[in-house]
């Protein structure tokens, strides 16, 4: 979440661009997540030379500027790498540091990955230099000097904070999801070595970077072994989208996190291109809420389910189409998808409930997307068994998620999603069974609790917290109505007694 300062520091960035002539948001946003790119590899590795000077430790293979001399295969000279460098080229003149960003470092971070074929390459290939003079350059490097990038998704919250100024200016739809929401329900699914995770619809590749963060957070050890590491690297983490602009920030984010060769590509999920089927044993997503396409375009076993337009619920069909038997799905939905009285929004929560095992719906307040939106949205957790399972469903009503539901989006003490990751981590610890669980004993007057399939059907599959909650209604006795009215005629007689002394007293002034 972007806050305080840096919201600022990154408003005066902004409008450098706008003054210097560049005033398409798209086009700001890229420009500013290259050059943030470019600072955050530098930082990285002067990090890496700290602690080798420090302990001795030989970082030489991760290096991203090794020492010497760099080809550049469009101007055809040697370039020497350390003036590749932002700590060293942001003391440069302004027209030699705009000559070598744009001449040699643009080119530069695009053949990085030591010239293999992985995302990072192909989606940086066509990246454009568009920063429009030297003075302008200075001014935006001095800008993004200044911001604090340490421990900060620091291109995710730049995303997410344009994403808002884009909306506002009525260039673009999108919202991105919260980086502590995507991190909740990381911790809820808490991803291991064995799994392989998706995002059809990866934005800035957020939900992927936080299970790769999670997997090496905790698997620090076993990473270590080749086996695993490849897998990581290389076949663990898959995501797509249909925005190039997307795809590059996501494979830069992938990069800095040391995700070499995610199955990152540009593809529309719901389309006959992906034949994706029993691939993924993960899928964690925020998929496009409200859209509605032709069916003509979707792939029609995705219709199966579901003969709709409606995006929200294809997605839905994807996710189960593509996990494998055991495989595990977040997603966040519309609470149109919770409520909705249509066929295809029954029949997708009949596949979810009756055909596979539905274990949480999680509502969140309005807020959670704001600035972007205001719309009310849920999570839903379910696993794929082709042959039903669901026993009894945890519902939590979250009120509070550690920012005020405002637009200002400031923090605040109340915050319910440790209470969420430790409540429903009781239910994943019963392998599938409630009953252990001390979820099984709350009331329906409490912020969560487990419903009955049974009582689900009954209430036509509706999964909205508040078809089950429990209101407690205090009893409230009023005295009796000749009570009431013998009060205000009481009342009454004194109005008027009133009145009568204020007539005559008028009138005795007048006789006098």
Avoid at 290 to 300: C, F, T
């Amino acid at each position: 979440m972007i806050t305080g300062q840096i919201k600022n520091q990154i408003d005066q960035i902004w409008d450098i661009f706008w003054q210097s002539g560049t005033t398409n948001p798209m086009t700001v946003l890229e420009q500013m997540t290259y050059l943030f790119f470019i600072k955050m590899l530098d930082d990285a590795q002067l990090d890496r030379e700290a602690i080798s000077n420090q302990l001795n430790i030989d970082y030489s293979a991760e290096d991203t500027y090794s020492y010497g001399t760099w080809y550049n295969p469009e101007t055809k000279q040697k370039v020497p790498v350390e003036n590749l460098r932002w700590h060293v080229f942001k003391h440069f003149e302004p027209d030699e540091m705009y000559r070598t960003i744009q001449r040699d470092v643009f080119p530069y971070i695009k053949t990085l990955n030591r010239g293999e074929d992985s995302a990072y390459s192909r989606f940086m290939g066509n990246a454009t230099f568009m920063i429009a003079s030297p003075r302008a350059l200075v001014r935006i490097v001095d800008g993004i000097d200044t911001l604090d990038m340490k421990d900060r998704d620091t291109m995710g919250d730049v995303y997410e904070y344009i994403l808002g100024k884009m909306a506002a200016s009525g260039k673009n739809g999108q919202f991105r999801t919260p980086r502590h929401i995507i991190r909740m329900m990381v911790e809820m699914m808490q991803p291991s070595l064995n799994d392989t995770i998706c995002d059809p619809a990866m934005g800035s590749a957020g939900f992927i970077v936080e299970a790769a963060k999670y997997i090496k957070a905790h698997y620090k050890n076993e990473l270590m072994q080749r086996r695993n590491d490849e897998h990581f690297r290389h076949t663990m983490l898959h995501g797509f989208d249909t925005d190039q602009t997307m795809l590059r920030i996501g494979a830069m984010n992938l990069m800095l996190h040391d995700i070499s060769n995610p199955d990152v590509a540009f593809r529309d999920s719901l389309s006959t291109d992906n034949t994706d089927t029993d691939r993924y044993t993960l899928i964690l997503a925020n998929p496009p809420f409200s859209g509605s396409l032709d069916n003509e375009a979707v792939a029609k076993s995705l219709l199966a389910i579901a003969n709709t337009k409606k995006t929200e619920l294809l997605f839905i069909s994807l996710f189960l189409r593509s996990l494998q038997i055991g495989g595990r799905c977040a997603s966040i939905v519309p609470d149109g998808v919770l409520t909705g009285t249509s066929n295809a929004h029954k029949a997708v929560r009949k596949a979810i409930i009756d055909g596979n095992r539905l274990e949480a719906v999680i509502s969140m307040p309005s807020g959670v997307f704001k600035p972007y939106a205001g719309v009310s949205t849920a999570i839903l957790i379910f696993t794929k068994t082709g042959a039903g399972g669901t026993d009894k469903v945890w519902f939590y009503d979250m009120k509070a998620d550690g920012f005020s539901l405002d637009d200002k989006r400031n923090p605040i003490a109340d915050n319910d999603i440790p209470d969420i990751i430790a409540r429903f981590r009781t239910l994943v610890g019963t392998h599938g069974s409630c009953v252990q669980s001390p979820e099984a004993s709350r009331k329906r007057t409490d912020q969560s609790f487990l419903v009955p399939v049974e009582e689900i059907r009954e209430h036509d599959y509706d999964l909205a917290f508040n078809t089950y909650k429990e209101t407690i209604r205090e009893v409230v006795e009023y005295e009796a109505p000749e009570v009431l009215i013998g009060r205000a005629a009481a009342l009454a007689a004194k109005i008027t007694d009133g009145i009568n002394s204020l007539q005559s007293l008028i009138a005795a002034d007048h006789e006098a």
